[in-house]
Nanobody, 125 residues
Framework: QVQLVESGGGLVQAGGSLRLSCAASGRTFSSYAMGWFRQAPGKEREFVATIRWRGGSTYYADSVKGRFTISRDNAKNTVYLQMNSLKPEDTAVYYC??????????????????WGQGTQVTVSS
């Protein structure tokens, strides 16, 4: 059974940093891409970043490019999202997701098969 468990959310002031972690278990993820999505109150879930497990290439939403960094630790089967220069508009529930690598960067939620429970990130102004 695949499990994705996020951690690291919290309350931070604008300009601050947080690092989210996603511990993955239940299968081998070498053929998968891992993604981070977020959902703010009253808004649709949106893509944030993705990393292809094989090779480690990454892709970011324009809104976080240059501020967020996605990475993975093969030995720990864990994916990270380092978030710097946080803004109030980054406030959302952040979700980790896993899906079979489609050969390109999966940017849409329907391309992911497994989801974590989410972790709240709140950025105060």
């Amino acid at each position: 059974q695949v499990q994705l468990v996020e951690s690291g959310g919290g309350l931070v002031q604008a300009g601050g940093s947080l690092r989210l972690s996603c511990a993955a278990s239940g299968r081998t993820f070498s053929s998968y891409a891992m993604g981070w999505f977020r959902q703010a109150p009253g808004k649709e879930r949106e893509f944030v970043a993705t990393i292809r497990w094989r090779g480690g290439s990454t892709y970011y939403a324009d809104s976080v490019k240059g501020r967020f960094t996605i990475s993975r630790d093969n030995a720990k089967n864990t994916v990270y999202l380092q978030m710097n220069s946080l803004k109030p508009e980054d406030t959302a529930v952040y979700y980790c997701a896993a899906g079979l690598d489609p050969g390109w960067y999966p940017l849409h939620s329907f391309q992911y098969n497994y989801w974590g429970q989410g972790t709240q990130v709140t950025v105060s102004s």
